[in-house]
Every structure is written in structure tokens, then in C-alpha cells.
């Protein structure tokens, strides 16, 4: 298509196209009737076919018309699109981000990463929800969250979302205060295989569990799985309570935890963690968080 066709031709050949009136789609556009006949006209003649056919009675696509429809509601589409993300680089500087987190996993990089961000975008408000890594992919997919410091990889990746790394977390043993092994510096996770293990809801943080489970077949055993519980207090709370033991990522321990002591394994496990995001939204202030992040990270 060349010569003067325009992105108003468009408009109006698809406001009759719907309306199948001149009348009211004239109505609908807010253009004078006689008007929008002439640049119909100028557009038929522009393309060198007939788009519609016309009676006294009825108004109707041509076949070439039909065929014209789906490209012009294509190039409208993909006009509206590129002012949208026009607008919104104009705008980076300003607005707001909705990031979620998981905290016992990102309690020290959340806070570390706002700050960095914020150093170049002071005037944009960064809303921080805490939610377990379930909760946050559902959110990112409905729109409610730009992005999710969800943790493991196995949800971000069963839900088709982008990711990127930003850290590694080790398993350590949590341990009843007078249990036998707790005034050793490491475990051996072989000397555990006879205790009751709580795990964290696979549900809620997929991945967690496969890790001990994974940890555990190398000790050469299969742990007696006693209660799944939805948060890591819970568990640190059953351990206190001397009803058996768990392998939790390192980072809970900043969790209140009396009467539970930590060691680590003497063959570490560990596991990388992950922030997620919508890669199809096209959010430039979500795109500017993920940039600093990297300077965050590795800083």
C-alpha cells in the first residue's frame, strides 16, 4: 500500500465494515456522513478495488473487502500497540511496580534490590507483597504482579514465565536444640534417616520438597515424611517441639527459631533461585527493575 492512505482511511473503512451503514458508522465516528463516503472512495481508489458494495437498501464486503478487513484491523492493532509502548518509555521515570516475594527466601535481597532501583527511578513506587511462590505465578499471570522473586524454578518453569537467576540458597539441617547431632559443626544427612522429616507444601513451593527428597536418595534413604506444613515457621515450630527434624534453605533461619538449632550438611545441597515475570507484557519499569537487579546481584 502507497500513496496517501492513512491510518484514519483505516478507522473509517472499519467503522463501516462493522456497522455495514454508512450512516451509523458516521454516527459512531463522529464524522459527517458525505465525508466519510469520500474517504472511502479515496481509499477503494487508493487500493485500485472495490471494498464494499452499496445499494439504496444494504451496504456489504466484497470479497476483497473481507481480505482488506483483517489487514486493517491488524495494522490498527499494531499502531495502538506501538503508542502504547511509546507512552510508557516516556513515562519509565514515573508510575509503579508490584513485585512479589517470598520472604523467609528474600528477606536481605528484596530490601537491597528496591534501594538500587530506586537510585534511578526515585519517583516510582515499588509495591512489595509477600505470597508464597503459588500465589505469585497465579498473580503474574493474571496481571496482578509485574514481577515475583518466586524462588525455585519448577513452577516459574511449568507456567511458561520468564526467569532469571539472582542467587543460590543451601539446605541446612534444622534440628531440635537437644538432639543428639546438634552440637556437631555438619551433619552427615545419613545419621537422620531414622527421624520423622516435616517438608514444605509442595503446593505452595514447588520444588522444596524434591529437593530433600533428591538430598536424602543421595544419603542412600527415603525420609519418613511425618507433616507437610504451608510455611516454614510451622515447621521450625514441630521441630522446636521435638517431633522430628527438616531440611530447610538457609535463608529461614533469619526466622524467629528458639529452641531450634541449624547446622549444615556435610554434603551441601543447593539449588538456585529465581525472580519471574510475564515475558509477553511489555512493561519498560519492569524491564529497568530487572536491569538493576543484575547490578544488585553481582555487586
Aim: hydrophobic content about 45%.
Amino acid at each position: 500500500m502507497v500513496g496517501f492512505m492513512e491510518l484514519r482511511h483505516l478507522r473509517y473503512f472499519v467503522g463501516v465494515a462493522d456497522e455495514l451503514s454508512f450512516t451509523k458508522a458516521a454516527q459512531k465516528l463522529r464524522v459527517a456522513q458525505p465525508a466519510l463516503s469520500r474517504q472511502i472512495r479515496q481509499l477503494e481508489d487508493e487500493v485500485g478495488v472495490a471494498l464494499f458494495e452499496r445499494s439504496r437498501r444494504s451496504v456489504r464486503l466484497t470479497e476483497a473487502g473481507q481480505v482488506f478487513l483483517g489487514e486493517a484491523r491488524s495494522i490498527l492493532a499494531q499502531s495502538a500497540q506501538a503508542v502504547r509502548a511509546a507512552q510508557a518509555t516516556g513515562q519509565v521515570g514515573r508510575g509503579s511496580l508490584n513485585i512479589g516475594y517470598v520472604w523467609g527466601l528474600f528477606h536481605s535481597l528484596v530490601p537491597a534490590a528496591v534501594a538500587r532501583f530506586r537510585q534511578g527511578f526515585p519517583e516510582v513506587a515499588v509495591n512489595l507483597f509477600d505470597m508464597t511462590a503459588t500465589e505469585q505465578v497465579a498473580a503474574l499471570m493474571e496481571g496482578r504482579l509485574d514481577a515475583g522473586f518466586v524462588g525455585f524454578a519448577q513452577e516459574i518453569e511449568a507456567a511458561g514465565l520468564a526467569k532469571q537467576k539472582v542467587g543460590a540458597c543451601t539446605m541446612v539441617a534444622a534440628l531440635p536444640k537437644k538432639h543428639r547431632a546438634a552440637s556437631k559443626s555438619t551433619v552427615a544427612l545419613s545419621t537422620l534417616a531414622q527421624e520423622f522429616f516435616f517438608v514444605i507444601s509442595e503446593q505452595n513451593y514447588p520444588g522444596a520438597s524434591r529437593l530433600v527428597m533428591e538430598a536424602c536418595a543421595e544419603a542412600g534413604f527415603r525420609p519418613k515424611i511425618l507433616q507437610t506444613a504451608e510455611r516454614g515457621h510451622t515447621i521450625l515450630g514441630l521441630v522446636a517441639g521435638n517431633c522430628g527434624v527438616a531440611l530447610l534453605p538457609e535463608p529461614l533461619r533469619a526466622l524467629p527459631h528458639p529452641g531450634v538449632v541449624f547446622r549444615p550438611l556435610a554434603r551441601p545441597t543447593r539449588s538456585d533461585l529465581f525472580l519471574a515475570w510475564q515475558a509477553d507484557r511489555a512493561l519498560p519499569l519492569r524491564d529497568a527493575f530487572v536491569a538493576s537487579l543484575d547490578e544488585t546481584v553481582n555487586s
